[in-house]
């Protein structure tokens, strides 16, 4: 049986994002830097719109987690009470006849040198923190490290944020923000980077619930994936670490992995980090940590779950999943590429068009419908060439909605709105459009 292959590679998905400007290369005039990306018009408003489903999802659909942002550049007594200092490393191998340096475990590297077939040497560890020196004498107390994840900032900030307002364990404290590995290895697109975004929940809970807590989250976020997402199920599934695979903080870890074009890898780590970090800070600063419950008059410190994802990886993830390329009639030209997001997750919810550019009474009614469907949502205007084109423009970004306003328009105040995934075209007054999008967009 002939093995079909699949609709999205990684070379579409890199060259479509390039093309319509979701992710260009960073600094690609000066030959670029490996590890590092830009996010164009369009790659800024789904990740935009991804932080906002996770912040929704986490913080304000819920009354047990609050918010925080802390900074990115944290001093070296953070990390060396993390234990990052120490623990933080890759295995590093060098090959001895071109010198190039690979990560020892990474499944895509082999044996011997990837690149000329030399020998590897022996695996060393490599520290994979960005550190800097702050202020202008470079001693050793002025050496600082770019966080390598959220979570520290917000075990640091644990005492300020219980002191600030009344939270009873359980409770959790969510983060969104960039962190920094200098990886040995990057690559894969968007997949792993040096520089990238997280999001992360550090949820504290009473020892001893932390099993059932971390089975909470683990379901909670795989409804996340496939309902706020949209991701197809059969392509997502969790896995429990082994224990040679758990972090230096781990008593416990799943991941979820995706079916990425290049294999099945981890998106998502759930991990329980018992109390390690806080009694980690406790003994590092000196401070007191610990928990005060008024109702059983115990004290403790407490334990964390953490779900902890990479926004870049999310957009990867989004984008591979809702890629999907379709024959539309009997020609080969008549094949079209289809961004199927969730409406929510579209960097456009619609795409107005005035039939004909240059008929003015046209052209003008078209603009006003596209001015007073505009403080609702993100909208994209789109006069150039015929509509079947811009169609498929539309289409190769996601919008769900194409708004066409023709001769009848000017008749009967009705216009055509094509659905994205059907193709099917209906005609709805103009002042029905608000109220139609608002309902689609907060049910789809
Ligand atoms: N606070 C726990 C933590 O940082 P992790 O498994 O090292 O755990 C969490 O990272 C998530 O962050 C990963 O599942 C992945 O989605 C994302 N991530 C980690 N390193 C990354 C990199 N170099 N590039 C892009 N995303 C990365």
Same mark, same amino acid.
């Given at each position: ?9 990684m070379d579409k998905l890199v060259a479509l994002c ?220 969790l896995r429990d670490h082994k224990m040679s695979e ?23 780590? *759930?991990? %329980? !980090? ?6 980690? +800070?406790?003994?590092? $600063?000196?401070?007191? &940590? ?116 023709d001769y009848q328009t000017l008749e009967d105040d009705?216009?055509? *709105?094509? %659905? !994205? ?6 005609? +709805?007054?103009?002042? $029905?459009?608000?109220? &139609? ?8």
């Open positions: 049986m002939a093995i079909e292959e699949p609709i999205v590679t390039k093309r319509r400007g979701f992710v260009f290369g960073s600094s690609e005039l000066y030959g670029g830097m490996s590890g590092f990306w830009d996010y164009g018009p369009l790659g800024v408003e789904l990740k935009q719109n991804i932080k906002r489903a996770w912040w929704r999802a986490n913080v304000h659909m819920r009354d047990d987690v609050v918010g925080l942002e802390s900074a990115i550049i944290m001093p070296s007594a953070v990390w060396a009470a993390s234990g990052h200092l120490q623990n933080f490393n890759d295995p590093l191998v060098e090959c001895q006849s071109c010198k190039r340096r690979f990560r020892a475990d990474d499944p895509e590297d082999a044996s011997s040198c990837p690149q000329c077939g030399g020998t590897l040497s022996e695996a060393r560890q490599f520290n994979t923190m960005f550190h800097t020196q702050v202020g202008p004498i470079a001693d050793e107390g002025s050496v600082a490290y770019l966080r390598p994840e959220t979570a520290q900032g917000t075990f640091v900030n644990f005492k300020n944020v219980l002191q600030s307002s009344p939270h009873k364990i359980p409770f959790g404290i969510a983060q969104v923000g960039k962190s920094f590995r200098n990886e040995i290895t990057t690559g894969n697109f968007i997949f792993r980077s040096r520089e990238f975004e997280q999001m992360e929940l550090e949820f504290f809970v009473k020892p001893g619930t932390d099993d059932e807590w971390f089975d909470y989250w683990r379901t909670e976020r795989m409804r996340w994936w496939t309902e706020d997402m949209g991701i197809h199920p059969e392509n997502i599934r758990l972090s230096h903080y781990s008593k416990q870890t799943s991941d979820f992995e995706y079916r990425y074009p290049f294999g099945v890898r981890e998106l998502e780590g *759930v991990a %329980d !980090r018992t109390d390690f970090d806080l009694k980690a +800070h406790m003994a590092r $600063s000196g401070s007191d &940590l610990s928990y005060y419950d008024d109702e059983t008059q115990e004290r403790f410190v407490p334990y964390v779950i953490e779900p902890a994802v990479g926004v870049d990886r999310t957009v990867l993830v989004v984008l591979l999943d809702a890629y999907d390329e379709e024959q539309t009639g009997p020609k080969p030209s008549d094949r079209r590429i289809v961004l199927r997001l969730k409406p929510q997750l579209a960097p456009f919810k619609a795409a107005v068009f005035p039939l004909v550019a240059n008929k003015p009474d046209i052209a003008e009614r078209a603009r006003a419908i596209y001015s007073t469907l505009k403080p609702e949502m993100t909208l994209a205007w789109d006069s150039i060439g015929n509509v079947g084109k811009r169609y498929r423009r539309q289409d190769e970004v996601g919008t769900p909605w194409c708004v066409t306003v009705t216009v055509t *709105v094509r %659905d !994205r995934d059907s193709m099917t075209q209906e005609r +709805h007054p103009v002042d $029905s459009l608000r109220e &139609l999008f608002r309902e689609r967009l907060t049910t789809r």
